[in-house]
């Protein structure tokens, strides 16, 4: 990739997005990194990645829940950078309930964060691509925008409607160099996943270990995690040149959950 890009990723102080900001500052793309909170550690974690890599790295806040911000971040990045040509969306949470007990308050937080805003993020990110030329868009979907699992009706809705998304946008800016593609991955042990266990446990009545064994991996042929490295690479590829006619679909990385 050519030096001095600029990637937005969401939610990217931990885990997945973490580790796609630092793999893309790597290549050598300026980073905006964001979360909902405006902490220190926040700030911390671009300094590290500007100092780590030789890069320009900058931590903006936006609460993905938040139309308004969502284009603001976008906004703000192209402001300070002068461009926008990697849009990662990765920002997400969870919560796990059967149908008739889950909080609407939580499905709406769930489809707001992990489908709206990328809808958002993409919206205000177009115009800047096309001025260009040329963009890349990868939106962190999941092995649930395929298959679905009892308990996590919002989740399941939101990723299946991130492909939808996914395959809109490519058709639409298919003629502009401006790619949209998405990311499914299996089970990977990051924070949002280790949230999950206690709620899953007692869904299931299990104790960690057997929830592991026998609900999170149980679909996932290979028995193991996907690591967050192995996602990180995977979206560097596709924000790549090789991946110019990659456009609207997905690339599932889930051990072989999907095969069957």
Not at 110 to 115: D, E, Q, R, V
Not at 159 to 173: D, N, Q, R, S
Request: one cysteine or more; hydrophobic letters at 45%.
């Amino acid at each position: 990739m050519t030096a001095r890009k600029t990637a937005i990723v969401t939610g990217s102080t931990s885990g997945i997005g973490l580790a796609i900001a630092r793999a893309l500052a790597a290549e050598g793309c300026n980073i905006v990194v964001n979360s909902f909170s405006d902490t220190e550690s926040d700030h911390a974690i671009a300094k590290e990645i500007a100092a780590d890599h030789e890069v320009e790295a900058v931590y903006m806040q936006a609460d993905m829940s938040k139309p308004a911000e969502c284009r603001s971040l976008v906004a703000k990045a192209a402001e300070r950078f002068g461009s926008v040509d990697v849009l990662v969306n990765n920002a997400g949470i969870q919560y796990v309930a059967p149908v008739e007990d889950f909080p609407m308050e939580k499905w709406d937080a769930i489809i707001a964060i992990n489908l709206s805003s990328a809808f958002h993020t993409i919206a205000a990110a177009i115009p800047f691509m096309k001025k260009q030329g040329k963009g890349r868009i990868v939106n962190i979907a999941s092995v649930h925008g395929l298959v679905a699992s009892p308990f996590k009706s919002a989740y399941v809705s939101a990723k299946h409607g991130i492909l939808g998304l996914t395959k809109t946008v490519a058709l639409e800016l298919a003629t502009f160099g401006i790619t949209c593609n998405a990311i499914c991955p299996g089970y990977v042990l990051t924070p949002l996943v280790e949230g999950q266990i206690p709620d899953q446990m007692k869904a299931h009545k299990m104790d960690r270990e057997t929830v592991v064994r026998e609900v999170m991996l149980e679909k996932q042929p290979t028995k193991e995690f996907v690591t967050v490295g192995q996602i990180s690479a995977a979206a560097v590829f596709l924000c790549s040149d090789a991946a110019a006619q990659i456009n609207g679909t997905h690339l599932s990385i889930d051990g072989g959950w999907t095969a069957a």
